[in-house]
C-alpha cells in the first residue's frame, strides 16, 4: 500500500473485495451508493468499484459527508502505522492530535509544540489527510464518546464532557452525523457489550484492536522483567501500572487475548481516557504493521528462521517518554535486577502516592521536576552516573531537553548525545522505547552481539551496522528477535 498522500485505487479495491483486515486504519472506503464508510475487512458484500471512493482518515469520509458503517465500525479499527513509521511534520502532529493536545491547547497550542505556523500544520494535514487537525480532533471525540456509551452506564452529559466536547448539543449533533443514531440509540443497541465495571467511579473496560499476528512473550515479559515496584506489576494474567495524565492519574491493566488486548483503566478524570488509550497502544506498539515488518527482515536469511518461529514480535515502548530516559540511565552498565532496585528507591521517596485498592501499585513514577530536586548525594551509584543523572533530570525538568510524541527523532538524538553519559547505547534505547523510531539499532548491545556471533551474523559493531541496513526501517524490529535468542526473563511471557 502506497502512502496515505496518493492512495492507490487499484489496490484499494483489492483489499476490500478480499476483505483484508491488514490494511484496517491505512485507508477508509466510502460508498457513493449508501453514504457509509467502512474498513477494507467490512464484511458485507463489497460494493461495486465504480460506487467506491478511498479516504486516508475517518475524518476526511465524516467531512466529505459520510457516515460510520454499523457492521464493520471503521472506528474501531487500528490506527495507521504511517504515523510510528515517520518522523515529519504531519506523523507527529498526528501522535500529538492522538494525545489530545487539539482539545487542550486548540490548533494554535498544536501548531506551537510542532515549531510551525497554524496555517501551514493545517495545510500539510489537509494535503495529506483529506481533513485538518479540528476535524481530525473531532473525529476521535465521536469514537471516544461511542466508547464511552456503548462501555459505561455513565450520563450522557458527563460522556459528553469526558469525550472533549464543548457543550452538550455538539455531542449530539456529531453522534447523530457520524453513527446515524443519537447516544441513547447507540447506547441501546449494545446493552450486551457494556462493561460498567464493578463500580469503582471512573473504571471501563475496553479492547484495544491489533492487526495481526502479535507475539505477546517478548512485548509483556520485557514490561513484567522491568518493572518498577509500586509503578508497575504482573498481576493474575496483566500487566497494570499507574499512569499520570493531563488531568489527573490512572491505573491500567492489559491482558493478551488471540484477537485483541483486554484493556481496563481506572481514572481519576475522564477526561483522559482518549490520552490513555492512545499512550498504552503506543506502549505496546498496536498501530504496526507485522507483515510489512517480517517480510523485509525475512529476507535476510539467517533472520527468517527467528522471524518464521514467532512471527509479529512488537517493540515494547513506553507511557512516559521522560520516565523511561530517566530509567535508561539508571540501567546503564547494572542488571535489570539493580536498574529496578535503583528506580524503586526513587518511586518510594520522590513518587506521588496513590490508592490501588486490586493490587500493589503505590506511586505515580517521580516527575522530572521532582528529581531535579534530589540531593546527587543521595543517589546509590557512581559519581559519573549522577553527573549524568542530574544533568538529563534538570534539562527536562527546565524544558532544555523535551522528548514527547512530537519529538524530531534526528534533533532529540543529538540533544541526548550532547548529554554527559550519554553514549550511542543510551541514545538509542531511548530513540526506540521512548521516542518510538521503529529503525532505531543496538549494534553495541552485549546480547545483541552474542544473539549475532550465534547466528553467524557479524558480531562487531560496525559490521553488523552495514549487514543491518537491508533491514531498513525496521531495525527495532530486528532487535527484538535477536535479543529473544537469549533465555533472559524479558523473552517469556510471566506464568
Same mark, same amino acid.
Given at each position: 500500500?502506497?502512502?496515505?498522500?496518493?492512495?492507490?485505487?487499484?489496490?484499494?479495491?483489492?483489499?476490500?473485495?478480499?476483505?483484508?483486515?491488514?490494511?484496517?486504519?491505512?485507508?477508509?472506503?466510502?460508498?457513493?451508493?449508501?453514504?457509509?464508510?467502512?474498513?477494507?475487512?467490512?464484511?458485507?458484500?463489497?460494493?461495486?468499484?465504480?460506487?467506491?471512493?478511498?479516504?486516508?482518515?475517518?475524518?476526511?469520509?465524516?467531512?466529505?459527508?459520510?457516515?460510520?458503517?454499523?457492521?464493520?465500525?471503521?472506528?474501531?479499527?487500528?490506527?495507521?502505522?504511517?504515523?510510528?513509521?515517520?518522523?515529519?511534520?504531519?506523523?507527529?502532529?498526528?501522535?500529538?492530535?492522538?494525545?489530545?493536545?487539539?482539545?487542550?491547547?486548540?490548533?494554535?497550542?498544536?501548531?506551537?509544540?510542532?515549531?510551525?505556523?497554524?496555517?501551514?500544520?493545517?495545510?500539510?494535514?489537509?494535503?495529506?489527510?483529506?481533513?485538518?487537525?479540528?476535524?481530525?480532533?473531532?473525529?476521535?471525540?465521536?469514537?471516544?464518546?461511542?466508547?464511552?456509551?456503548?462501555?459505561?452506564?455513565?450520563?450522557?452529559?458527563?460522556?459528553?464532557?469526558?469525550?472533549?466536547?464543548?457543550?452538550?448539543?455538539?455531542?449530539?449533533?456529531?453522534?447523530?452525523?457520524?453513527?446515524?443514531?443519537?447516544?441513547?440509540?447507540?447506547?441501546?443497541?449494545?446493552?450486551?457489550?457494556?462493561?460498567?465495571?464493578?463500580?469503582?467511579?471512573?473504571?471501563?473496560?475496553?479492547?484495544?484492536?491489533?492487526?495481526?499476528?502479535?507475539?505477546?512473550?517478548? $512485548?509483556?515479559?520485557?514490561?513484567?522483567?522491568?518493572?518498577?515496584?509500586?509503578?508497575?506489576?504482573?498481576?493474575?494474567?496483566?500487566?497494570?501500572?499507574?499512569?499520570?495524565?493531563?488531568?489527573?492519574?490512572?491505573?491500567?491493566?492489559?491482558? +493478551?487475548?488471540?484477537?485483541?488486548?483486554?484493556?481496563?483503566?481506572?481514572?481519576?478524570?475522564?477526561?483522559?481516557?482518549?490520552?490513555?488509550?492512545?499512550?498504552?497502544?503506543?506502549?505496546?506498539?498496536?498501530?504496526?504493521?507485522?507483515?510489512?515488518?517480517?517480510?523485509?527482515?525475512?529476507?535476510?536469511?539467517?533472520?527468517?528462521?527467528?522471524?518464521?518461529?514467532?512471527?509479529?514480535?512488537?517493540?515494547?515502548?513506553?507511557?512516559?517518554?521522560?520516565?523511561?530516559?530517566?530509567?535508561?540511565?539508571?540501567?546503564?552498565?547494572?542488571?535489570?535486577?539493580?536498574?529496578?532496585?535503583?528506580?524503586?528507591?526513587?518511586?518510594?521517596?520522590?513518587?506521588?502516592?496513590?490508592?490501588?485498592?486490586?493490587?500493589?501499585?503505590?506511586?505515580?513514577?517521580?516527575?522530572?521536576?521532582? $528529581?531535579?530536586?534530589?540531593?546527587?548525594?543521595?543517589?546509590?551509584?557512581?559519581?559519573?552516573?549522577?553527573?549524568?543523572?542530574?544533568?538529563?533530570?534538570?534539562?527536562?525538568?527546565?524544558?532544555?531537553?523535551?522528548?514527547?510524541?512530537?519529538?524530531?527523532?534526528?534533533?532529540?538524538?543529538?540533544?541526548?548525545?550532547?548529554?554527559?553519559?550519554?553514549?550511542?547505547?543510551?541514545?538509542?534505547?531511548?530513540?526506540?522505547?521512548?521516542?518510538?523510531?521503529?529503525?532505531?539499532?543496538?549494534?553495541?548491545?552485549?546480547?545483541?552481539?552474542?544473539?549475532?556471533?550465534?547466528?553467524?551474523?557479524?558480531?562487531?559493531?560496525?559490521?553488523?551496522?552495514?549487514?543491518?541496513?537491508?533491514?531498513?526501517?525496521?531495525?527495532?524490529?530486528?532487535?527484538?528477535?535477536?535479543?529473544?535468542?537469549?533465555?533472559? +526473563?524479558?523473552?517469556?511471557?510471566?506464568?
Amino acid at each position: 500500500m502506497q502512502t496515505a498522500t496518493h492512495l492507490d485505487r487499484e489496490h484499494c479495491v483489492r483489499a476490500v473485495q478480499s476483505k483484508d483486515a491488514r490494511f484496517d486504519g491505512w485507508f477508509y472506503t466510502a460508498v457513493l451508493t449508501t453514504g457509509i464508510y467502512c474498513r477494507p475487512s467490512c464484511p458485507v458484500v463489497p460494493p461495486k468499484p465504480e460506487n467506491m471512493t478511498f479516504h486516508p482518515s475517518a475524518a476526511a469520509c465524516q467531512q466529505a459527508g459520510f457516515r460510520a458503517c454499523k457492521r464493520c465500525r471503521p472506528d474501531t479499527s487500528p490506527g495507521s502505522p504511517e504515523w510510528n513509521l515517520r518522523a515529519d511534520l504531519v506523523a507527529r502532529a498526528m501522535r500529538l492530535i492522538a494525545d489530545g493536545v487539539v482539545d487542550r491547547e486548540g490548533v494554535p497550542g498544536l501548531a506551537a509544540r510542532l515549531g510551525y505556523s497554524t496555517r501551514q500544520v493545517e495545510r500539510q494535514l489537509l494535503a495529506e489527510l483529506g481533513a485538518g487537525p479540528l476535524a481530525l480532533a473531532r473525529a476521535q471525540r465521536a469514537q471516544t464518546a461511542r466508547l464511552l456509551i456503548e462501555t459505561t452506564a455513565l450520563p450522557m452529559a458527563e460522556i459528553a464532557f469526558a469525550a472533549g466536547f464543548s457543550s452538550i448539543r455538539t455531542f449530539n449533533d456529531t453522534v447523530r452525523e457520524v453513527f446515524a443514531l443519537s447516544p441513547s440509540e447507540l447506547r441501546d443497541r449494545v446493552p450486551a457489550r457494556r462493561a460498567p465495571g464493578d463500580g469503582t467511579p471512573g473504571t471501563l473496560s475496553l479492547r484495544l484492536p491489533f492487526r495481526a499476528p502479535l507475539n505477546p512473550s517478548n $512485548l509483556f515479559g520485557h514490561l513484567a522483567a522491568t518493572a518498577v515496584p509500586g509503578v508497575e506489576e504482573w498481576r493474575d494474567g496483566a500487566y497494570r501500572r499507574t499512569l499520570r495524565l493531563p488531568y489527573g492519574h490512572g491505573i491500567v491493566a492489559l491482558t +493478551p487475548r488471540p484477537d485483541h488486548i483486554a484493556c481496563r483503566l481506572t481514572l481519576s478524570d475522564l477526561r483522559d481516557l482518549p490520552v490513555a488509550i492512545s499512550r498504552c497502544r503506543r506502549l505496546l506498539d498496536l498501530d504496526a504493521d507485522p507483515v510489512a515488518v517480517d517480510d523485509r527482515l525475512r529476507t535476510d536469511p539467517l533472520l527468517a528462521p527467528l522471524v518464521d518461529e514467532g512471527p509479529g514480535r512488537r517493540v515494547p515502548r513506553t507511557v512516559d517518554e521522560a520516565e523511561f530516559a530517566v530509567r535508561a540511565v539508571l540501567g546503564q552498565q547494572v542488571s535489570t535486577a539493580a536498574a529496578r532496585t535503583h528506580a524503586a528507591r526513587l518511586v518510594t521517596s520522590h513518587g506521588k502516592p496513590l490508592d490501588d485498592p486490586e493490587g500493589g501499585l503505590t506511586h505515580l513514577f517521580p516527575s522530572p521536576e521532582a $528529581l531535579a530536586a534530589v540531593d546527587p548525594e543521595t543517589l546509590a551509584m557512581p559519581r559519573t552516573r549522577r553527573t549524568t543523572f542530574t544533568t538529563l533530570v534538570r534539562q527536562l525538568a527546565d524544558g532544555t531537553l523535551h522528548l514527547g510524541v512530537e519529538s524530531d527523532w534526528a534533533e532529540a538524538r543529538a540533544r541526548l548525545l550532547d548529554l554527559p553519559g550519554f553514549g550511542p547505547w543510551t541514545v538509542d534505547v531511548i530513540a526506540m522505547r521512548a521516542l518510538g523510531d521503529p529503525d532505531a539499532f543496538l549494534p553495541t548491545d552485549l546480547g545483541i552481539r552474542r544473539a549475532a556471533g550465534a547466528l553467524g551474523l557479524p558480531s562487531t559493531p560496525a559490521a553488523l551496522t552495514a549487514r543491518a541496513e537491508a533491514w531498513r526501517p525496521w531495525r527495532a524490529y530486528a532487535v527484538q528477535y535477536l535479543w529473544a535468542t537469549d533465555s533472559h +526473563p524479558i523473552n517469556f511471557l510471566p506464568v
